[in-house]
């Protein structure tokens, strides 16, 4: 995103013409400074909410029953919300407006007067209030990641989205974040997470997708999917699989010899 940029303002100079010299009784030339005309405002653009669907290879993606290019861009905001694996913004919005930025679809209906109730919420969720004056820019890697999930979760959609919410994160937001993933599930919301932490995907996934060069090697429910064999084949590296002492959900560790 750039702002857009105001050309310098011109200089003109105006010299009476056939102006005569200056001698006894006769004026110098007159040099005059226009005044600048007024430059135009600086614009700077908004960052789009919902970023346009990629073209599949093969199939079809359907939302609600219905093919995602059957979708306008405002209609498919109503309907999924979508957190890419980074966020980043070239202007300095503060956090509280890149949050507000997910209430963007609603704007002119009957719930946008929940706005602010919206994103005062989803702000809290993730633990982002205290740096809502904050600019985006200058935040950390982890702040960003909990900010663009505010800013998803301020949208209100009923399908969510994440790639990798947890990778720039500490070990207590990473739990914070799959909680709130679990919460949004129960509630009726659909929850589709992208995870390289498959220990992580077992405690709090109901269906694990497990793929392999694009195509999908196992589909089913984290104690079925996750199986040492499969694992081991599909990450070429050995690893365990022992159930949680207190829980029993399965935690998947890479082999190592003593």
């Known amino acids: 995103m750039r702002a857009a940029k105001t050309a310098p303002a011109p200089v003109a100079t105006a010299t009476p013409a056939a102006a005569p010299r200056a001698g006894p009784g006769r004026s110098a030339p007159v040099e005059a ?18 970023d346009p669907v990629p073209p599949v290879a093969e199939g079809v993606v359907r939302v609600h029953g219905r093919p995602v290019t059957e ?11 979508v957190l890419p694996q980074s966020a980043s913004l070239s202007f300095p919005f503060p956090v509280a407006e890149v949050v507000r930025m997910g209430r963007a679809p609603w704007a002119g ?32 890697g982890g702040e960003r990641a909990r900010v663009a999930l505010a800013r998803v979760l301020a949208q209100r959609a009923p399908l969510l989205l994440l790639d990798e919410p ?18 949004r599930a129960r509630a009726g919301d659909a929850v589709a997470v992208v995870l390289h932490d498959l220990s992580l995907a077992a405690a709090y996934a109901d269906r694990v997708v497990i793929l392999r060069a694009g195509r999908v090697a196992a589909d089913g429910p984290p104690t079925e999917v996750l199986s040492e064999g499969l694992l081991s084949e599909v990450y070429d590296q050995p690893v365990e ?3 949680h002492p207190r829980t029993g959900a399965p935690l998947v560790v890479p082999r190592r010899e003593p």
């Open 241 to 243: 699989v022992l159930p």
């Open 33 to 50: 400074r226009l005044p600048p005309p007024i430059a135009p405002p600086v614009v700077v653009p908004v960052p789009p909410v919902v």
């Open 109 to 140: 209906s009957d719930l946008a007067d929940e706005d602010d109730a919206a994103v005062a919420e989803a702000m809290a969720r993730t633990e982002v209030t205290g740096f809502a004056g904050r600019p985006f820019s200058a935040l950390s």
């Open 166 to 183: 947890t990778a720039a994160l500490d070990l207590r937001h990473q739990e914070l974040v799959l909680r709130l993933c679990r919460e």
């Open 71 to 81: 979708w306008s861009a405002p209609e498919l905001a109503l309907r999924r919300a």
